[in-house]
């Protein structure tokens, strides 16, 4: 496993010195804070989510890291890596590809016991987008070790944006069911908005409503972005 990760960090970092000398090239950093942690269907940990992110790009491609942190007791402390590259297939449409490495602090981020591997293709079509994932563990089917159970976990996501509304309709197996077998995990609406706090500064701020018809799970999360 320790070998697995360390070549993955080689071909990112291999990636990164291999980007053409283009104009494009940006560094961005940022922090969202939402009251509680909700994704596919999930809702992780207790009280509110801190969740900063730092990114680099340059045209197409992009690479960065991007966690969460839980100010409640039952933390759900978790820190990414990922990289991808997007396409523009023309007028309204457009293509990316996604590498993310899920770690969940607990455990020697070099041993792999808490790493998750999932490549991502999400295609987007005037209003629509259309993901597909799969989640692959790395750790070994031991029941001592937390977090160390494999896991081949598919997610697929329909969303479409209506004016100043999203709306998500999502379905898995593994993680994101009650009982494992496919099925849809994440009915989720949401929208944003910019207020206005003074003539030059507008506060961006968020909300959704999610509901996982598998696990009966219902839940509301509102956010702002720094």
């Not at 509680?36 to 509110?48: M, P, Q």
């Amino acid at each position: 496993m320790k070998k697995t990760l360390l070549i993955t960090v080689s071909m990112l970092l291999l990636l990164v010195v291999s980007i053409p000398n283009v104009k494009a090239q940006e560094w961005s950093t940022g922090l969202d804070i939402y009251s509680s942690y909700l994704w596919r269907g999930a809702k992780f940990g207790t009280g509110a989510a801190f969740q900063p992110g730092v990114e680099f790009s340059a045209g197409g491609f992009a690479i960065g890291a991007w966690g969460s942190y839980s100010t409640g007791s039952e933390e759900a402390a978790e820190a990414d890596l990922y990289m991808g590259y997007g396409f523009d297939l023309g007028e309204n449409a457009s293509l990316s590809l996604t590498l993310t490495d899920y770690y969940f602090p607990g455990s020697d981020w070099t041993e792999g016991e808490s790493h998750y591997f999932e490549p991502m293709v999400s295609l987007g079509v005037g209003a629509f987008t259309f993901t597909a994932a799969y989640m692959e563990g790395l750790g070994e089917d031991d029941p001592a070790i937390e977090g160390s159970n494999t896991t081949s976990d598919m997610y697929l996501e329909a969303a479409v944006s209506a004016g100043p509304v999203d709306i998500a309709l999502g379905g898995g197996d593994g993680q994101y069911t009650d009982d494992g077998d496919f099925s849809i995990c994440n009915i989720m609406v949401g929208t944003s908005k910019e207020v206005q706090i003074s003539e030059s500064f507008t506060l961006p701020v968020s909300g959704a409503v999610m509901l996982n018809p598998s696990t009966g799970g219902f839940h509301i999360a509102v956010g702002i972005s720094l």
